[in-house]
């Protein structure tokens, strides 16, 4: 889509300075590729230099940078947050494109079920007995929601994302492609050599405005419910295990594993490739960085690295500390290598 500078500059309202706010911009590039009819942005003044380079039409940058060299061309738009500026103009550039609300003749819906208004069903989508899908909402190809599911307004499930039975989603959650939600639990208890499974009778509540990547997988609860919060933003290839709870606006990254009934409270980060033990508890506002594993409960507002996880200042005192004792040991060789000959000297036949 295209539109002007002064057009986008008015949807955010926002100023224009120099170059030429009728230009059209028809995309939007990062500074370090954005040509003419491109907007880009910039968010502080460690950017400069790009700007200074970049043929972009329009660069919006933070209020106090409305000083900054750019060529003649290009049009600037200070703004109290560029990066969310700059959001809203790519929504405004590349628009998703409108769905036609329906059932596909080729989707297979019980007659039980029930379909909001508003909503889309594609093809190859299956939709069990008794489930209730709310308004507006899409449910890409290949799609499977089991009995007894239930979908608020406004979710979006991507291309062959699997809803177990018993499965609640509230508003506006949005699921990307493959991941599955509901699945057993991985529950067995040890007796006479074998491995006997501990029925997982659970279900799984996804609250509203959760988003979850592609290929995650969300186990049932055993007994109860395993609990997404509200506002909870999930990556690809996570998982998350039985009876867990996760707060609300957490932020959990690609490749996190997390174990049965541990709770991760409001506004905790999980960086990339941790692994967190079950039955323990990671406190508001936590961050566990990327491939540390803990094994203990984390305090609210901690910063944790390592295995097993310890508080980040400390990690790096130690990690210095190591370094050092590293440096002394070639001299220390050198003195051990001695001894024998200091020996032989100073108390001969020793």
Known sequence: MSMTVQEL???????????????????????????????????????????????????????????????????????????????????LL????????????????????????????????????????????????????????????????????????GTTLRDNVVIHAGSVIGSDGFGYKHRKGVHVKFPQVGTVLIERDVEIGANTCIDRAALGRTVIGAGTKIDNHVHIAHNVRIGKGVLICGQAGIG??????????????????????VGRGAKVLAQAGVIGDVK???????????????????????RRMAELYKPLKVLVNLLPKLTERFHPGR
């Not at 049965?260 to 409270?265: A, H, K």
């Open 260 to 281: 049965g009934s541990t709770v991760i409270e409001d506004y905790a980060v999980l960086a990339s490739q941790c692994g967190v033990a079950d039955h323990v508890r």
């Open 94 to 165: 590349y628009p998703t494109k409108p769905v036609v609300a329906g059932i596909s003749a080729r989707a297979n819906v019980d007659p039980s079920a029930q379909i909001g208004a508003g909503s889309f069903i594609d093809a190859g989508v299956t939709v069990g007995r008794g489930a209730r899908i709310g308004r507006h909402c899409i449910l890409w190809a290949g799609c499977h929601v089991g009995e007894e599911v239930e979908l608020g307004d406004g979710c979006t499930l991507h291309p062959n994302v699997v809803l177990y039975h």
């Open 9 to 91: 500059a008015c949807a955010c309202g926002l100023e224009t300075i120099g170059g030429d706010p009728s230009a059209a911009i028809r995309s939007a590039a990062n500074i370090d590729e954005a040509g003419p009819q491109q907007l880009s942005f910039i968010c502080g003044e460690q950017y400069a230099a790009k700007a200074a380079a970049s043929t972009a039409s329009a660069l919006i940058v933070p209020k106090g940078m409305t000083t900054v060299s750019v060529p003649e061309a290009t049009c600037l738009l200070p703004s109290a947050d560029p990066e969310i500026d700059f959001m809203k103009c790519l929504e």
């Open 300 to 322: 609210s507002g901690a910063e944790v690295v390592g295995f097993p996880a310890t508080d980040r200042k400390q990690a790096m005192r130690e990690m210095v500390t190591m």
